[in-house]
Each structure stands twice: as C-alpha cells, then as structure tokens.
T-cell receptor, first 109, second 116 residues
Framework: DAKTTQPTSMDCAEGRAANLPCNHSTISGNEYVYWYRQIHSQGPQYIIHGLKNNETNEMASLIITEDRKSSTLILPHATLRDTAVYYCIVNSQGGKLIFGQGTELSVKP | GAGVSQSPSNKVTEKGKDVELRCDPISGHTALYWYRQSLGQGLEFLIYFQGNSAPDKSGLPSDRFSAERTGGSVSTLTIQRTQQEDSAVYLC??????????????FGQGTRLTVV
C-alpha cells in the first residue's frame, strides 16, 4: 500500500473551511484515497473516498490532483464537533486500511 | 442492527486469563476487520476476513491471538494467557466488500480491555 504524509496538527476557526492536505506520491492506479476521522474515545468514522474524480457528500469534499499524488479534504464550515484526528489512507487490492498518525484538527471558537 | 456491534464494551481481566471479544458486523457485509489501539497510539491492523476465511493475518502480534468468523457473520477475537501489554481498545469494522474494491468500512465503538 502507498504511504501517506499529513501534517501533525492544524487549527481552524469555527465556521471557516478546514482544508486538510495529504501527500501520496507513490499511489498506484488502482488505489483509492480514503478519509476517516476519530473523535476522542470513539471508533473511527468514515468520511469520504475517491479514486480519480473529486467527490462530495454531506460531510465533506475530496479534491484529488490530476496526477493523484496528493489530495485535500475540505470541511466547508467547521464546527467545534469537527475537532478530531483525521486520517488519509491510500488503499490497494490488499483489502485492508492501514492507518498512519493522521492530522489532529482543532476547531477553535 | 444498524451498525457494527461489539461486546463487551469493557473487559477487565487478570493476567494469564483468556478473553473472547465479539463483533457483530452490519448485516450483509462480507468483509470484517479487527484493529487495536493502545492508549495514545494509532490504529494497528490485526486481521481481516472475507467471508469466513482470513486472507491476511499479518497483524496478529503473537500466537496468543486468534480470530474466527462463522456463517459469514459474527467474529470472535480470542487472546490467550493475557499480558498487561494486551491492554488496549479492540476495534472491529465491516464493509460490503473489501475496501480494496472501493467500498467504505464502518467501525464499532470498540471493546476496552484492561489486563491487571
């Protein structure tokens, strides 16, 4: 599975967009990009995933660069409840998700 | 049920005892995954099932750990002769097909295991 690189931590003001970057320069053609988050003491929560095209759902948007070497998760209007660790995971046919250290996002009033 | 269910939610056991942790996946999900998370650490992959077979057991930390899945549904993770370093939250997830085929996995709330 390809490796991902994320900033260790980020801050965001409440009500503003949170843009979380992820580098995955060794991604191969059949690997999906997944985003999960984990709020303290809870199980990880699925956010969104994509292969080549940008994706949007009720939680977030996923922007994948044309060369697929990086992506950005966008939370359009961050709230205090969005404070969590966000994981970017690149998955292949291996059938499992390997979690890295993620980005600790703090949303501040 | 609506989501992945794990039981018990908390388990305290004495060092040397065996424990069984149970996972009920979302109905119809063929893939099932086990992870563990030690205090302040990231998620560590243990094993996953496709149906009743386990194509990847690479994350099981020792031969004291085993898992099985029956009827393509419920899975049990067994830890024999528990040690203090086994203390962690054990998380289970399920997905319709394997995540390698582009489907999302949903996690339970975990079993917090404390070995004293």
């Amino acid at each position: 599975d390809a490796k991902t690189t994320q900033p260790t931590s980020m801050d965001c003001a409440e009500g503003r967009a949170a843009n979380l970057p992820c580098n995955h320069s060794t991604i191969s053609g059949n690997e999906y990009v997944y985003w999960y988050r984990q709020i303290h003491s809870q199980g990880p929560q699925y956010i969104i995933h994509g292969l080549k095209n940008n994706e949007t759902n009720e939680m977030a948007s996923l922007i994948i660069t044309e060369d697929r070497k990086s992506s950005t998760l966008i939370l359009p209007h961050a709230t205090l409840r969005d404070t969590a660790v966000y994981y970017c995971i690149v998955n292949s046919q291996g059938g499992k998700l390997i979690f890295g250290q993620g980005t600790e996002l703090s949303v501040k009033p | 049920g609506a989501g992945v269910s794990q039981s018990p939610s908390n388990k305290v056991t004495e060092k040397g005892k065996d424990v069984e942790l149970r996972c009920d996946p979302i109905s119809g999900h063929t893939a099932l995954y086990w992870y563990r998370q030690s205090l302040g650490q990231g998620l560590e992959f243990l094993i996953y099932f496709q149906g009743n077979s386990a194509p990847d057991k690479s994350g099981l930390p020792s031969d004291r750990f085993s898992a099985e899945r029956t009827g393509g549904s419920v899975s049990t993770l067994t830890i024999q002769r528990t040690q203090q370093e086994d203390s962690a939250v054990y998380l289970c997830a399920s997905s319709l097909i394997t995540v390698g085929q582009g489907t999302e996995a949903f996690f339970g709330q975990g079993t917090r295991l404390t070995v004293v």
